[in-house]
């Protein structure tokens, strides 16, 4: 063999060596997973359960952090800029999609600077009138609303927030005039509720259900595609009458672009297998919420499905900004 071509395999070996060698070192130290949302929603209860899971998996603890605010783009911000070594992960969600599809100031690229890990959990969001409206079906409040325009008012918890969005999609895909109220958070859309002050919310199952069952609420449908293994006997909006209507509350797993595939390969495995932990599944089925999972590549190809759908809605209903 000349020398050029032992040069050559000689490179070619190193590079697999270094390629290699951040998976087989990874974790060396805590993994901090990086949340969005405030201590006791939904993001957080899957980020704690499911990463306390991954870190025996792996040997090392998973440290959450709640970095609140701008709709989760501070979190992502500090881990798009944090070190491409897997010891620093995000939480992502469909409010990282709405916030890209709504901002053109955001300080990172949602797309370009993340990648997808696995996606972990979801929880059904359950559309829920107060039962002063007398309805008990979706095609019911269709009639409704059409025959009082604007009278109805629905809440969300912020402009550009998932339920927000998930009433946006409702308005246009039923030919709907409701008026909307933004609040700052689901408790103070909940209380006005119940007080009659409101008509009605794409509200988190977590957040309305029990309300539901004590019979201060009355649930229509639940948003996801296909009927929730978590209330399986609420319709989905599609079989209410809604065609093409999907709006899920989903949360996965981001790492900074740049960070080597071994290691993303890795975190995936670790993901998957905490996710197939009966333990786990009972623990987030108690508090409404499904587990998940699958590959990068499927993570991927459900953001460009969950790109282009949220995209359009902001666009119809003039919300970029």
């Known amino acids: 063999m000349g020398g050029c071509a032992r040069a050559a395999l000689a490179a070619v070996c190193v590079a697999l060596a270094v390629t290699a060698a951040p998976a087989q070192d990874y974790p060396h130290a805590p993994i901090h997973l990086i949340s969005g949302f405030p201590p006791g929603s939904t993001a957080d209860i899957s980020a704690r359960v499911v990463g306390a899971r991954m ?11 709640n970095r609140v605010g701008a709709g989760s783009s501070l979190a992502a911000a500090q881990v798009a800029r944090a070190p491409k070594d897997g010891h620093t992960l995000l939480i992502g969600s469909a409010a990282n999609v709405i916030n890209a599809a709504m901002s053109s100031s955001l300080s990172f690229d949602f797309y370009k600077d993340f990648e997808p890990v696995a996606l972990i959990t979801s929880t059904p969001t359950v559309l829920a009138v107060a039962p002063e409206l007398h309805v008990k079906s979706v095609k019911e409040l269709i009639a409704l609303a059409k025959t009082r325009p604007d009278a109805l008012s629905f809440g969300s918890s912020g402009v550009g927030s998932s339920t ?22 689901s408790p103070q ?16 199952a977590s957040t309305v259900m029990g309300h539901v069952a004590a019979g201060r609420l009355v649930a229509l449908a639940v948003t996801d595609a296909k009927r929730s293994p978590i209330i399986p006997e609420l319709p989905t909006m599609i079989e209410a009458g809604v065609p093409d209507f999907e709006s899920v509350l989903w949360f996965g ?29 009972k623990s987030l089925k108690a508090q409404t919420v499904a587990t998940l999972g699958g590959t990068p590549e499927d993570f991927r190809k459900h953001l460009e499905s969950e790109r282009k759908r949220w995209t359009a809605v902001v666009e119809g209903a003039g919300l970029r900004k």
């Open 55 to 65: 870190g025996r998996i792996l040997g090392q603890q998973f440290v959450i952090e």
């Open 164 to 185: 927000h969005l998930a009433l946006e999609l409702f308005k246009s895909s039923a030919q709907v005039k409701i008026t909307h109220v933004p609040y700052s958070g």
């Open 189 to 204: 859309v909940i209380t006005d509720m119940l007080a009659n002050r409101l008509q009605g919310y794409f509200s988190p």
């Open 253 to 281: 797993i981001e790492a900074p672009a740049g960070t080597p595939q071994p290691i993303i390969d890795k975190l995936s495995r670790a993901a998957n297998e905490a996710l197939k932990s009966d333990e786990i599944v």
